[in-house]
């Protein structure tokens, strides 16, 4: 269907486009640092020709993502993977290449003193270490002018008895509100997933301790949701529209999973969810009471790319988003809260079908044409020979045996 057919259609439905189509424009997703470079499972790492082999080498990269798609102008570092001696050279560096550095993300998984834990750990000379690290993570966001600490802890125990619950709870409020103070201008996301690698008990390990934890913080403290870190069959939509609602949604770490943490390619196995997920975001942007919260959640991926293409995984990852987000933006809310009120429980359920079955492939060529972009930005990388030449300059580094991206 051709851009004008959509919009006459989309007009009959009663949908504003121009609206529609400035909300798509001003859409940003951040990108991780750590999607660009060689990554695998803990059985191989298989070398990708051409993978960025450095931080610098992981900003280009994520400036091309940026140049083709014009909504990921920024990108996410993970420390120590990303460190550098100068970060006011690198933030320079990210700004010649037309983007930004995002949010930076402790590492607290893969230190040997981290055994038992790092925040929560029994020993307060490694918690103490480990509040050390953010507080020089914090020290690197205000160097590189980032706003966004984004904390996930691999803590927990392996087996009943190995540790005690309750004092590991206590451990972790502390070593946090040690932390609090030294944020400044910085928000601390606290991101859970509900096992791995800890097999038997994870200290954060949904959204309930992590709400928890940010409410005893302060207003600085949200909740991050990583679309891969709930249990299966966990509502995710529901939880959004929970934190939205009590000004504690932060972030979001897209990808997608059909089994547990799989880091896939965000809307390649359940679209649906994906949907629904942004059909309470957009709802949320329109009511004057969450506006304010909705407004500063912080989009990003968090994926790791282990047989495909990485940059060409990256770009399609954001236009899924992308779709995701163009489907929640034409539900015709009006219609379904009078179906809501009076109990149409099917009517309400076809006007959400009506909106996730419209094919607004042209309604986003059309928003990237405005942009003065190409319609098809997976297209466009391809035909630039982008891919071809960093495979040629950086050619295969052998990443090892297995392991987490480095
Ligand atoms: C943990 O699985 C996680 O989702 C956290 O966000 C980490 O920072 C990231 O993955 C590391 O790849
Ligand atoms: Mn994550």
Redesign the pocket.
């Known amino acids: 269907m051709s851009y004008s057919a959509l919009a006459e259609q989309l007009a009959q439905r009663g949908v504003d486009i121009e609206q529609v189509k400035q909300r798509l424009k001003a859409q940003r997703i951040e990108t991780?640092s750590?999607g660009y470079g060689n990554?695998g499972t803990r059985f191989k790492v298989f070398p990708w020709r051409g993978a960025a082999r450095n931080v610098y080498e992981k900003l280009q990269d994520a400036s091309v993502v940026h140049r083709f798609t014009g909504v990921c102008p920024t990108v996410a570092l993970?420390i120590p993977w990303d460190k550098v001696d100068d970060w006011h050279a690198l933030s320079q560096y990210a700004e010649s290449l037309g983007i930004r550095i995002g949010a930076i993300?402790p590492?607290l998984?893969q230190d040997d003193s981290y055994k038992l834990g790092s925040l929560c750990h029994p020993d307060p000379a490694v918690r103490q270490q480990a509040i050390a690290h953010i507080e020089e993570c914090i020290q690197i966001a205000h160097a590189v002018g980032s706003t966004i600490i984004?904390l996930?802890l691999?803590d927990g125990t392996n087996y009943p008895g190995q540790d005690d619950f309750r004092a590991r709870k206590h451990r972790l409020l502390e070593s946090l509100q040690a932390i609090y103070p030294k944020l400044g201008g910085c928000r601390l996301l606290i991101?859970y997933?509900f096992f791995?690698p800890a097999f038997y008990h994870t200290d954060i390990p949904d959204w309930g301790v992590a709400y928890s934890l940010a409410l005893k913080l302060g207003e600085k403290a949200q909740v991050?949701v990583?679309t891969?870190?709930h249990p299966q069959g966990t509502n995710i939509e529901h939880i959004v529209a929970f934190l939205l609602d009590e000004g504690k949604l932060g972030g979001f770490?897209f990808?997608n999973r059909k089994y547990a943490?799989d880091?896939l390619i965000v809307g390649s196995i359940n679209p649906f969810e994906l949907f629904l997920i942004f059909c309470e975001l957009a709802s949320a942007e329109e009511d004057p009471r969450t506006q304010a919260c909705a407004q500063q959640v912080a989009y990003m991926i968090?994926q790791?790319h282990n047989i495909e293409p990485k940059i060409e995984a990256m770009i399609l990852s954001v236009m899924n988003v992308q779709t995701a987000y163009a489907k929640a933006l034409l539900v015709d809310r009006a219609r379904l809260r009078a179906a809501q009120e009076a109990g149409e429980v099917l009517e309400a359920h076809r006007i959400l079908q009506e909106a996730y079955e419209t094919d607004v492939r042209p309604l986003l060529a059309q928003v990237r044409l405005e942009m003065g972009l190409e319609p098809d930005p997976l297209e466009a990388f391809r035909r630039s020979g982008y891919a071809e030449r960093v495979a040629q300059e950086r050619g295969s580094v052998s990443p090892g045996g297995a392991g987490?991206?480095g």
């Open positions: 991780p750590w990554s993970h993300n590492n998984f984004s996930w691999a991101e997933k791995e991050l990583d891969g870190h770490h990808n943490d880091d968090d790791s987490y991206p």
